[in-house]
Structure formats: structure tokens, C-alpha cells
């Protein structure tokens, strides 16, 4: 397999990766191959129909400070333990981000845009600089680092799933303070997802601007249309506004 710098495709050669590591394994292989900063990222919101993309990125220390109690895959912890997790997670990392993208973004450029996107944007604050990228699910071109995207990734490598966490508890933030400003559409408790409750207030009050446009349902119910930007997303990506 041919190596691309910062394209997915880059593994560290025979690295091993030790199965009694658990979520640390992956990272564990690759400081001993010489990337002694390895960070992950992921999204929160990418399946929601309201409210802003959130991505999160996040280096862990190595040795015990980066065994996170309780870390794991966002969407498999309570909300109680994933504000624990959370805090936790911002106090012994080496270095986190968080980037907000919001509705309309999501609509003007497409969401997968947006997605991969978000890492690069997430990915490029943290300092220190990380010296390996890990992303979940998709490969992200245009990095200032070697990466690789891993299947599954938030819930098999500890950086990937402290970004989740980061992305989710920050996310479920967010909807709740839109749950106070919108109330008639419950977000404290779908934080935007699909739900009945949610599909019969959009057809009760209509979408409000929080509400993706460019998505069926929501288009459905607000009668506007919306223009994506064709962007080709093995080119990159410049400009956003996070």
C-alpha cells in the first residue's frame, strides 16, 4: 500500500499492537514506533437534524494518567459518566480541542464535508502538535500529520473516545441552552436527533433556525430550499468558519 501524507493510508511498519491493552493498544504501538504524541478525533451530531456538528480532538498522556477511568465509546456512557469522563478528560490530557460548526455550515457546505473538515480544524489547534492522527471511521486528507482512520475507532482507542466524549458532552451542552431559547421542540431530551416527539413538533411550529434545512425531514415542513456547495473533498477544504 502506497504511503499518503495525511490521507489514512500510513501505518507504522510491524508495529505491535498488544491485544491486553485494551483501548490503549493502538496508541501503545505507535510511541513504540516513534509517535510519542498520538491524537484522536470524532464527531457528535452528525446523524441530527438540529443543532451545530461538534468535533473533538484530544492527545492522552502515556502511562497511568491516560487511563481514563470509566473511558469509552460516548454513545455507550450515561450522561452522568460522561460528564465525569469529561472532566477528567480536560484535566489529564496533553492537549484537546472542540470545534462547533454550525447548522447553516452544515447545510451551505454538506455534511461529510463539514465532517472531515471539522478534524482538520480540531486536529490543527491542539498544541502541543500531535505526531500521529487517529480519526474514527473516515480518512481525513489534508493533515499536517500522518493519520489513519480507524473503523469503529471510538470505541477501540482511548484518544478517539476521549474526543467523543469531548464532542458529545459539549454537544448535549449546547442543545440544552437551545432547549431554553426553543422549548416548544424538546432538545434537552433528543438534543436533535430523530424522535416522534421531535417529527411532531417540527410539524406543529415548523423548523426553527437551529434545524438543518438541507436535511428531507426538516426541508419537508419548512419549504425552503437549500443549495449545497459541491466541494470536492479530496482537495480540501478552506474558509469554514467553526
Known sequence: MTDRWGGGTIRPPRAVVRR??????????????????????????????????????????????????????SKLLTAAVREQ?????????????????PAGEVDRRGLHVMNLEGMRRAL???????????????????????????????????????????????RDRIMVEMHDRWPEYEFASHKGYVTPGHAAALTRHGPCPEHRFSYVNVRRVGGRAVLVEQVREDVGVEGVTA
Not at 469522563?85 to 460548526?101: D, G, K, L, M, T
Open 85 to 101: 469522563v469529561y472532566a477528567e478528560v480536560v484535566r489529564r490530557a496533553v492537549a484537546w480541542s472542540v470545534v462547533v460548526i
Open 20 to 73: 491486553d491493552a485494551g483501548l490503549w493498544a493502538c496508541e501503545g504501538a505507535l510511541r513504540r514506533r516513534g509517535f510519542p504524541l498520538v491524537a484522536g478525533a470524532d464527531e457528535a451530531g452528525r446523524g441530527a437534524c438540529a443543532g451545530p456538528l461538534v468535533v473533538g480532538a484530544c492527545i492522552l498522556p502515556d502511562g497511568r494518567r491516560g487511563q481514563v477511568p470509566d473511558l469509552n465509546d
Open 124 to 170: 490543527a489547534r491542539l498544541d502541543p502538535a500531535p505526531a500521529y492522527a487517529l480519526t474514527d471511521g473516515f480518512p481525513v486528507r489534508g493533515l499536517t500529520m500522518p493519520a489513519l482512520a480507524v473503523p469503529k475507532g471510538d470505541a477501540t482507542v482511548a484518544c478517539i473516545a476521549a474526543a467523543s466524549v469531548l464532542a458529545k458532552v459539549t
